[in-house]
């Protein structure tokens, strides 16, 4: 099963906007990632966030991570109609083998 | 860096027929390979992780008769679907990690419809 869950499923905005994508998840983690992906493409990583790390930026993006509450946010600032894309936080599973994804947020931003 | 490719792009096939789909590593060693399955506007889902040299691990409800993995160098793996039906359509999407790394590195996916 998947170990994340994001809220929401669809984020409809205006460029110049921000965005706030959240995920959840179940059991504890040495880090999250965030990847986009295109529509019918493959996936882009984003960001790396640790389990020490409270906040992380990369550019336009701002990630935060609560692992008290189990969660972390992306924050797409200045969007741009090129942003649309769905984006995914991803954890390692328990042994950190494999990566699980969450269900995504598909963002479509209007120019 | 860390460019990950996929071959073919998408592939239409009959049903009953096999279908092989590559992906590979090129310019670096990937030590692990994984292979996901994605329906539209839906997640990926984990089909089965493979360590080169060795057997895949296929996750539970994969059919490993169904999904032959072979990751027979640290460059390349190889899903097979084997007698393809419709219900087997999905995109297909490969990735790949250097040892002990973090970040998995994504093949551009490969996108297969069986008639």
């Known amino acids: 099963s998947q170990q994340g869950e994001e809220d929401p499923q669809a984020l409809s905005i205006q460029e110049g906007e921000n965005a706030t994508m959240n995920c959840s998840y179940k059991t504890s983690i040495n880090n999250l990632q965030w990847y986009r992906q295109n529509s019918g493409r493959g996936l882009v990583h984003l960001i790396l966030i640790r389990s020490n790390e409270r906040e992380k930026h990369s550019g336009r993006l701002r990630v935060t991570l609560d692992t008290s509450k189990k969660s972390s946010s992306l924050l797409i600032t200045a969007s741009r109609a090129a942003d649309t894309a769905s984006y995914f936080c991803a954890t390692p599973n328990t042994g950190g083998f494999k990566t699980i994804f969450g269900a995504g947020t598909r963002l479509f931003v209007k120019a | 860096g860390a460019v990950v490719s996929q071959h073919p792009s998408w592939v239409i096939c009959k049903s009953g027929t096999s279908v092989k789909i590559e992906c590979r590593s090129l310019d670096f060693q990937a030590t692990t390979m994984f292979w996901y399955r994605q329906f539209p506007k839906q997640s990926l889902m984990l089909m089965a992780t493979?360590?080169?040299?060795?057997?895949?691990?296929?996750e539970q409800g994969v059919e490993k008769d169904k999904f032959l993995i072979n990751h027979a160098s640290l460059t390349l793996s190889t899903l097979t679907v084997t007698s393809a039906h419709p219900e087997d359509s999905s995109f297909y999407i490969c990735?790949?990690?250097?040892?002990?790394?973090?970040?998995?590195?994504f093949g551009p996916g490969t996108r297969l419809l069986v008639l």
């Open positions: 493979s360590n080169e040299g060795s057997k895949a691990t296929y």
């Open positions: 990735s790949a990690r250097m040892n002990l790394q973090e970040t998995q590195y």
